[in-house]
């Protein structure tokens, strides 16, 4: 397997860069920091941390995942999808718990990218993505509802079935100039684009919709409208980095977080990367990418921000834009640091309702329903592995949601892998209109007696391994020699090893001799390391049907005549 080369694409973009390649980045930065700006105080808010946590994780990751990165475009920064993971972390094991999860998922995603893993999260399957991804954004909703609706609950707890209870319990507290700041907040979001899609919809309603609740109170005597000041004190200095913390306790105790965090990050940014790819015309580098999103997340921390991902959204803004080369996410994080330093005291008059509004259509965006309609009309399994992803990720958490999720994608794997393999008998005469691989000049092969030709059609792994010894029990009759014909078997598991070996031992101690015909390279490796030389004979591992054919009539009048003197 080829080593991991370091490569950010950065160093290779520098090569050749240009004025003109230059005023293109700038412009695409400026804009993708901009729209920036109201997600990742969205984000902070909904994750359960401050509002500048958020500005400085989507400074810091955006930073370091165009510096070391393997996309070109890549905009790294907070998500929705880690909202539901932030939440619960906190929730469970405090902001320093999360920061102990953030750095170790970093590390993990590091490890991941050295071992080039990258390149087999893209084999996850599409139920399970889309079931988490429409359950993150059903969730993200749900959170919004108390704030949308300016709702007068105390403490809202963390499990949804219970949210929705307290909802409907309290739902006559609500008051109606927060929710038609949220709808307004909606539609400015929806309509902007129509008007110019050059124009960040998100950031238009938080002007906007700020003004107008500022004139409200002011002229109008409105005062229900809470904003981001009224709940959080706003700090516009970059915090000191530190170090956390971490024993062994503490690490067995968040090692299954962690690695939902980077699990998660890890397939969004390399989907994020995909599609970029598709859109520019260029690959990334995924086990790269994956290496600069460990970096980013492990410095994150060291700042007490949260996690961050590639974003889709983002992304895709900075190509609509212009944006060609890392140095467009670089400038990004340029324009929010300036932002958050001078234009950051400015966020506590928000409404808090307004960002409710972008969370809600940050979830419809999110949600996939048309994916999930659409998976729905695919065969059972799917749509078990897909309902059963949502639903856990709806009632329980992601981690189990991922979980339970990819061992029953495993489990159905397995079966229509198993489905896929066959075994078939073959005595008498081999069935020549089957037989493509046997020499023009050979009209026909006929079958020794006493001898039986099987051939598996197939991967050779757990799932067939059994399947194969009950073929030869039904057969009944012993006979002198067993050829396996393997020319159809690309791979071979231990299971198939361990089963083939137990096999050949039980066949051996009843005087059956076993051949084996046609195997590929990469099997014979692996059978020659389990020592089937030595077990079975070299002379009888043939590399052809017809030398098989004929070392058996070799080893079947052998055993004739043994067996003739010894009567």
Not at 307 to 320: D, L
Not at 508 to 530: F, Q, R, T, W, Y
Request: charged share 15%.
């Amino acid at each position: 397997m080829k080593l991991f080369e370091f490569q950010p694409k950065l160093f290779s973009c520098l090569k050749g860069y240009n004025k003109a390649t230059f005023m293109s980045d700038l412009m695409a930065g400026i804009i993708v920091g901009i729209v920036a700006l109201p997600l990742a105080i969205a984000f902070g808010i909904a994750s359960g941390v401050t509002p500048e946590k958020g500005i400085i994780t989507a400074i810091i990751a955006g930073l370091l995942i165009s510096v070391f990165g393997g996309s070109k475009v890549q905009i790294g920064g907070p998500t929705g999808a880690f909202i539901v993971i932030v939440f619960g972390i906190i929730a469970d094991y405090g902001i320093n718990g999360l920061v102990i999860a953030t750095f170790m998922a970093g590390i993990f995603l590091i490890l991941m990218g050295v071992l080039r893993v990258g390149t087999i999260i893209k084999y996850i399957p599409y139920p399970i993505i889309v079931g988490f991804t429409s359950g993150i954004a059903l969730t993200i909703f749900t959170t919004q509802i108390k704030d949308l609706f300016g709702m007068q609950i105390a403490d809202v707890p963390a499990d949804f079935v219970s949210k929705w209870v307290v909802y409907f319990q309290h739902f006559d507290t609500m008051n109606i100039w927060p929710l038609l700041i949220g709808i307004c907040s909606i539609l400015i979001i929806v309509y902007t684009p129509k008007i110019s899609k050059k124009l960040p919809g998100s950031l238009v309603a938080i002007i906007v919709m700020t003004i107008v609740a500022l004139l409200l109170k002011h002229f109008a005597g409105v005062t229900t409208i809470e904003t981001i000041g009224d709940r959080f004190t706003i700090n516009p200095n970059m915090p000191t980095p530190e170090v956390p913390k971490i024993t062994w306790e503490v690490f067995t105790k968040l090692m299954s977080p962690a690695l939902v965090i980077a699990m998660l990050g890890a397939i969004e940014s390399l989907l994020s990367a995909a599609v970029a790819d598709g859109v520019i015309g260029d690959k990334h580098d995924s086990n790269q990418e994956l290496v600069g999103q460990g970096i980013a997340n492990m410095v994150c921390s060291l700042f007490g921000g949260i996690p961050a991902t590639g974003a889709i959204a983002r992304t895709m803004t900075n190509i609509n834009n212009g944006g060609r080369t890392p140095v467009a996410g670089i400038i990004h994080a340029l324009v929010l640091l300036l932002i958050y330093f001078f234009l950051m005291p400015l966020a506590k008059y928000i409404p808090m309702s307004c960002l409710a509004g972008i969370l809600v259509v940050v979830s419809y965006n999110m949600s996939e329903w048309r994916s999930f309609k659409a998976i729905l009309k695919n065969p059972k399994s799917d749509i078990t592995v897909l309902l059963v992803t949502f639903f856990l990720t709806v009632i329980f958490d992601l981690t189990v949601a991922i979980e339970v999720g990819i061992l029953i994608a495993c489990l159905l794997f397995m079966r229509r892998m198993s489905e896929v393999t066959n075994v078939s008998v073959e005595t008498g005469e081999i069935d020549l209109s089957v037989d493509s691989d046997l020499p023009d000049n050979v009209e026909h092969l006929i079958i020794p007696d006493r001898v039986e030709v099987y051939e598996i059609n197939g991967p050779y792994f757990f799932g067939i391994a059994n399947r194969f010894e009950e073929v030869m029990n039904d057969m009944g009759s012993i006979p002198a020699v067993r050829i396996i014909r393997m020319r159809k078997v690309p791979f071979i598991d231990s299971t198939g090893v361990h089963n083939l070996t137990n096999l050949c031992k039980k066949c051996l101690k009843k005087d059956v001799h076993i051949v084996l015909s046609g195997v590929n390279p990469k099997v014979m490796e692996v059978l020659s390391k389990a020592g089937f030389d030595e077990l079975i004979g070299k002379d009888n591992i043939c590399s052809h049907i017809t030398i098989a054919l004929e070392r058996s009539r070799v080893l079947a009048e052998e055993l004739k005549n043994n067996r003739g003197r010894e009567l």
